[in-house]
Protein backbone atom coordinates (compact mmCIF):
# COMPACT_ATOMS: atom_id res chain seq x y z
CA UNK A 1 0.00 0.00 0.00
CA UNK A 2 1.23 3.58 -0.79
CA UNK A 3 0.54 5.94 1.70
CA UNK A 4 0.33 10.15 1.33
CA UNK A 5 0.22 13.03 3.62
CA UNK A 6 -0.70 16.58 2.45
CA UNK A 7 0.15 19.69 4.25
CA UNK A 8 -1.77 22.75 3.26
CA UNK A 9 -0.01 24.99 5.14
CA UNK A 10 -1.90 28.29 6.37
CA UNK A 11 0.89 30.47 8.08
CA UNK A 12 0.84 30.62 11.17
CA UNK A 13 -2.18 28.55 11.65
CA UNK A 14 0.38 25.39 10.03
CA UNK A 15 1.13 25.25 13.43
CA UNK A 16 -1.90 23.01 13.42
CA UNK A 17 0.38 20.41 10.67
CA UNK A 18 3.93 21.19 12.85
CA UNK A 19 1.93 18.96 15.89
CA UNK A 20 0.36 16.69 14.02
CA UNK A 21 3.49 15.63 12.05
CA UNK A 22 5.29 15.75 15.33
CA UNK A 23 2.68 13.54 16.61
CA UNK A 24 3.72 11.10 13.69
CA UNK A 25 7.45 11.38 14.34
CA UNK A 26 6.80 10.74 17.98
CA UNK A 27 4.37 7.31 16.93
CA UNK A 28 7.25 6.40 14.23
CA UNK A 29 4.95 7.23 11.23
CA UNK A 30 6.04 7.45 7.74
CA UNK A 31 4.43 8.16 4.18
CA UNK A 32 6.24 7.38 0.70
CA UNK A 33 4.95 10.43 -0.97
CA UNK A 34 4.73 13.59 0.94
CA UNK A 35 3.14 17.13 -0.07
CA UNK A 36 4.18 20.33 0.93
CA UNK A 37 2.12 23.84 -0.03
CA UNK A 38 2.85 27.36 2.03
CA UNK A 39 3.84 26.69 5.24
CA UNK A 40 2.87 23.42 5.10
CA UNK A 41 6.28 22.39 2.29
CA UNK A 42 8.36 23.96 5.78
CA UNK A 43 6.74 21.41 8.07
CA UNK A 44 7.04 18.41 5.76
CA UNK A 45 10.71 19.19 4.96
CA UNK A 46 11.85 18.64 8.67
CA UNK A 47 9.32 15.82 9.33
CA UNK A 48 11.58 14.01 6.34
CA UNK A 49 14.51 14.92 8.00
CA UNK A 50 13.62 13.50 11.41
CA UNK A 51 13.63 16.76 13.44
CA UNK A 52 11.04 16.21 16.54
CA UNK A 53 9.81 19.46 17.40
CA UNK A 54 11.94 21.79 14.98
CA UNK A 55 8.90 23.49 13.55
CA UNK A 56 7.60 24.13 16.98
CA UNK A 57 10.91 26.10 17.81
CA UNK A 58 10.41 28.50 14.44
CA UNK A 59 6.53 28.73 14.95
CA UNK A 60 6.76 29.68 18.89
CA UNK A 61 10.29 31.40 19.31
CA UNK A 62 11.77 32.74 15.82
CA UNK A 63 8.72 33.81 14.60
CA UNK A 64 8.32 36.31 17.35
CA UNK A 65 11.39 38.00 16.11
CA UNK A 66 11.07 41.13 13.67
CA UNK A 67 13.47 39.53 10.97
CA UNK A 68 11.06 36.58 10.43
CA UNK A 69 8.03 38.63 9.89
CA UNK A 70 7.49 42.05 11.17
CA UNK A 71 6.00 45.49 9.31
CA UNK A 72 10.03 46.98 9.71
CA UNK A 73 10.62 44.00 7.40
CA UNK A 74 7.64 45.10 4.53
CA UNK A 75 9.02 48.30 4.79
CA UNK A 76 12.73 48.03 4.99
CA UNK A 77 12.65 45.13 2.00
CA UNK A 78 8.65 44.85 1.30
CA UNK A 79 8.54 41.58 2.16
CA UNK A 80 6.63 40.75 5.82
CA UNK A 81 7.82 37.32 6.17
CA UNK A 82 11.64 37.07 6.36
CA UNK A 83 12.36 33.79 4.06
CA UNK A 84 15.30 33.92 3.32
CA UNK A 85 15.64 34.91 7.41
CA UNK A 86 13.62 31.14 7.88
CA UNK A 87 14.69 29.05 4.86
CA UNK A 88 17.84 30.29 4.90
CA UNK A 89 19.83 32.00 8.04
CA UNK A 90 18.17 29.78 10.26
CA UNK A 91 17.53 26.85 8.71
CA UNK A 92 21.06 26.63 6.70
CA UNK A 93 24.34 24.47 7.95
CA UNK A 94 25.73 26.90 9.70
CA UNK A 95 22.19 28.55 10.81
CA UNK A 96 20.73 28.57 14.27
CA UNK A 97 18.59 25.56 13.79
CA UNK A 98 20.29 23.40 10.39
CA UNK A 99 17.35 21.89 8.78
CA UNK A 100 18.93 18.36 8.22
CA UNK A 101 19.44 18.10 4.31
CA UNK A 102 21.00 14.81 4.12
CA UNK A 103 18.27 12.88 6.59
CA UNK A 104 15.88 14.43 4.27
CA UNK A 105 17.40 13.28 0.83
CA UNK A 106 17.66 9.98 2.23
CA UNK A 107 14.60 9.58 3.44
CA UNK A 108 13.08 6.74 0.65
CA UNK A 109 9.71 8.96 0.78
CA UNK A 110 9.09 11.58 -2.11
CA UNK A 111 8.79 15.42 -1.40
CA UNK A 112 6.42 17.66 -3.49
CA UNK A 113 6.55 21.24 -2.83
CA UNK A 114 3.58 23.18 -4.54
CA UNK A 115 4.15 26.78 -5.62
CA UNK A 116 2.36 28.94 -8.36
CA UNK A 117 4.13 30.71 -11.72
CA UNK A 118 3.63 33.69 -11.10
CA UNK A 119 3.52 34.51 -15.02
CA UNK A 120 1.35 31.35 -15.70
CA UNK A 121 -0.64 31.67 -12.62
CA UNK A 122 -0.35 27.51 -12.67
CA UNK A 123 1.01 25.34 -10.43
CA UNK A 124 4.26 24.21 -10.48
CA UNK A 125 5.42 20.82 -8.64
CA UNK A 126 9.36 21.23 -7.28
CA UNK A 127 10.62 17.72 -6.00
CA UNK A 128 13.75 16.98 -4.02
CA UNK A 129 16.04 17.36 -7.22
CA UNK A 130 15.22 21.17 -6.93
CA UNK A 131 16.76 21.01 -3.23
CA UNK A 132 20.02 21.59 -2.79
CA UNK A 133 21.82 22.22 0.81
CA UNK A 134 21.63 25.81 1.85
CA UNK A 135 19.63 26.46 -0.97
CA UNK A 136 15.81 25.82 -0.13
CA UNK A 137 13.86 28.14 -2.34
CA UNK A 138 11.50 25.79 -3.85
CA UNK A 139 10.25 25.72 0.35
CA UNK A 140 10.43 30.11 -0.19
CA UNK A 141 8.15 30.05 -3.17
CA UNK A 142 5.57 27.36 -1.83
CA UNK A 143 5.26 29.84 1.15
CA UNK A 144 5.29 33.66 -0.82
CA UNK A 145 2.32 35.37 0.17
CA UNK A 146 1.25 37.78 -3.11
CA UNK A 147 1.75 41.36 -1.72
CA UNK A 148 2.73 40.04 1.83
CA UNK A 149 6.03 39.27 -0.17
CA UNK A 150 7.79 40.10 -3.39
CA UNK A 151 7.72 36.85 -5.68
CA UNK A 152 10.49 33.93 -4.89
CA UNK A 153 12.84 34.28 -8.60
CA UNK A 154 14.30 30.61 -9.46
CA UNK A 155 15.70 30.22 -12.42
CA UNK A 156 14.56 33.61 -13.92
CA UNK A 157 10.54 32.64 -13.15
CA UNK A 158 9.04 34.11 -10.36
CA UNK A 159 6.83 32.27 -7.99
CA UNK A 160 3.87 32.80 -5.33
CA UNK A 161 2.60 30.59 -2.88
CA UNK A 162 0.87 27.14 -4.23
CA UNK A 163 -1.54 27.53 -2.49
CA UNK A 164 -3.16 30.35 -5.33
CA UNK A 165 -3.34 27.71 -8.13
CA UNK A 166 -3.49 23.84 -6.02
CA UNK A 167 -4.13 24.40 -2.66
CA UNK A 168 -5.14 20.62 -1.89
CA UNK A 169 -3.32 18.42 -4.21
CA UNK A 170 -5.54 15.40 -3.51
CA UNK A 171 -5.95 14.64 -6.98
CA UNK A 172 -2.43 14.95 -7.63
CA UNK A 173 -1.79 12.36 -4.60
CA UNK A 174 -3.76 9.64 -5.81
CA UNK A 175 -3.11 10.41 -9.59
CA UNK A 176 0.68 9.85 -8.18
CA UNK A 177 -0.51 6.46 -6.90
CA UNK A 178 -1.17 6.22 -3.30
CA UNK A 179 -3.45 3.89 -2.16
CA UNK A 180 -4.40 5.71 1.47
CA UNK A 181 -3.91 9.74 2.18
CA UNK A 182 -3.62 11.82 5.05
CA UNK A 183 -4.21 15.24 4.75
CA UNK A 184 -3.45 17.82 6.99
CA UNK A 185 -6.11 21.54 6.77
CA UNK A 186 -5.59 24.18 9.10
CA UNK A 187 -9.59 25.20 9.23
CA UNK A 188 -11.86 23.06 11.19
CA UNK A 189 -13.31 20.67 8.49
CA UNK A 190 -16.41 22.97 7.51
CA UNK A 191 -14.73 25.76 6.63
CA UNK A 192 -15.69 27.40 3.17
CA UNK A 193 -13.58 29.62 1.61
CA UNK A 194 -14.63 32.99 0.81
CA UNK A 195 -13.47 34.92 -2.27
CA UNK A 196 -13.92 38.61 -0.91
CA UNK A 197 -10.51 38.65 1.03
CA UNK A 198 -8.79 38.07 -2.61
CA UNK A 199 -10.38 40.40 -4.12
CA UNK A 200 -7.52 43.50 -2.77
CA UNK A 201 -4.73 41.33 -3.24
CA UNK A 202 -5.61 40.07 -6.46
CA UNK A 203 -6.18 43.68 -7.37
CA UNK A 204 -2.46 44.88 -6.22
CA UNK A 205 -0.55 42.01 -8.83
CA UNK A 206 -2.94 42.30 -11.69
CA UNK A 207 -1.12 44.52 -13.75
CA UNK A 208 2.38 43.00 -13.19
CA UNK A 209 0.88 39.28 -12.87
CA UNK A 210 -2.55 39.25 -14.29
CA UNK A 211 -2.50 35.22 -15.06
CA UNK A 212 -1.46 34.90 -10.79
CA UNK A 213 -3.63 37.35 -9.76
CA UNK A 214 -7.07 35.10 -11.69
CA UNK A 215 -5.80 32.16 -9.95
CA UNK A 216 -5.76 34.54 -6.69
CA UNK A 217 -9.25 35.61 -7.00
CA UNK A 218 -10.38 31.79 -8.15
CA UNK A 219 -8.44 30.70 -5.21
CA UNK A 220 -11.70 30.38 -2.96
CA UNK A 221 -13.29 28.13 -5.80
CA UNK A 222 -10.56 25.86 -6.47
CA UNK A 223 -10.08 25.42 -2.73
CA UNK A 224 -13.83 24.80 -1.92
CA UNK A 225 -13.84 21.98 -4.92
CA UNK A 226 -10.83 20.59 -4.01
CA UNK A 227 -12.09 20.10 -0.26
CA UNK A 228 -15.27 18.26 -2.02
CA UNK A 229 -12.87 15.92 -3.92
CA UNK A 230 -11.08 15.46 -0.33
CA UNK A 231 -14.26 14.63 1.16
CA UNK A 232 -15.41 12.14 -1.81
CA UNK A 233 -11.89 10.38 -1.64
CA UNK A 234 -13.18 10.31 2.33
CA UNK A 235 -16.27 8.65 2.23
CA UNK A 236 -15.07 5.84 -0.36
CA UNK A 237 -12.63 5.23 2.74
CA UNK A 238 -9.12 6.29 0.95
CA UNK A 239 -8.69 9.69 2.72
CA UNK A 240 -8.49 10.55 6.44
CA UNK A 241 -9.00 14.76 6.98
CA UNK A 242 -6.96 16.00 10.23
CA UNK A 243 -8.84 19.37 10.89
CA UNK A 244 -7.99 21.33 13.91
CA UNK A 245 -11.24 21.95 16.54
CA UNK A 246 -10.70 25.71 16.48
CA UNK A 247 -8.06 28.40 15.10
CA UNK A 248 -7.11 29.89 18.30
CA UNK A 249 -7.46 32.96 17.33
CA UNK A 250 -4.93 32.49 14.22
CA UNK A 251 -4.48 33.70 11.06
CA UNK A 252 -1.78 33.30 8.21
CA UNK A 253 -0.61 36.38 9.07
CA UNK A 254 -1.61 36.81 12.47
CA UNK A 255 -0.41 35.42 15.95
CA UNK A 256 -0.55 34.98 19.65
CA UNK A 257 2.52 32.94 21.56
CA UNK A 258 -1.17 30.62 23.04
CA UNK A 259 -2.60 30.38 20.66
CA UNK A 260 0.24 28.37 18.91
CA UNK A 261 1.25 26.62 21.59
CA UNK A 262 -3.00 25.61 22.29
CA UNK A 263 -2.94 25.00 18.09
CA UNK A 264 -0.06 22.73 17.83
CA UNK A 265 -1.57 20.50 20.86
CA UNK A 266 -4.63 20.53 18.72
CA UNK A 267 -2.55 18.89 16.11
CA UNK A 268 -0.19 16.55 18.10
CA UNK A 269 -3.60 15.06 19.98
CA UNK A 270 -4.73 13.95 16.86
CA UNK A 271 -2.04 11.66 15.51
CA UNK A 272 -4.35 8.20 17.01
CA UNK A 273 -6.58 8.65 14.50
CA UNK A 274 -3.85 8.63 11.67
CA UNK A 275 -2.72 5.44 12.82
CA UNK A 276 -6.01 3.76 12.96
CA UNK A 277 -6.48 4.71 9.14
CA UNK A 278 -3.38 3.38 8.18
CA UNK A 279 -3.67 -0.01 10.15
Not at 54 to 70: D, G, L, M, T
Not at 125 to 137: A, G, I, N, Q, V
Not at 146 to 165: C, H, Q, S, T, W
Not at 166 to 178: E, N, S
Amino acid sequence: MVTGIIDVGGGYRDIFGAGVLDGLLHDEISFDRCYGISAGSGNISSFLSGQYKRNYRFYVEYAFRHRYASMRNLVRTHNFVGLDYAYGTLSNSNGEYPLDFDAMMTNPATFTIVATNAITGEPRYFDKSDLHKDDYSPIMASSCVPVANRPVVIDKVPYFDGGLADPIPVQRAFDDGCDKVVLIVTHPRDFVRDPKKDVAPARVIQRKYPFAAQSLRDRAQTYNDEMAVAEKYAAQGKLLIIAPDDTFGLSTLSKTRQGLIDMYHNGFDKTDSIAQFLA
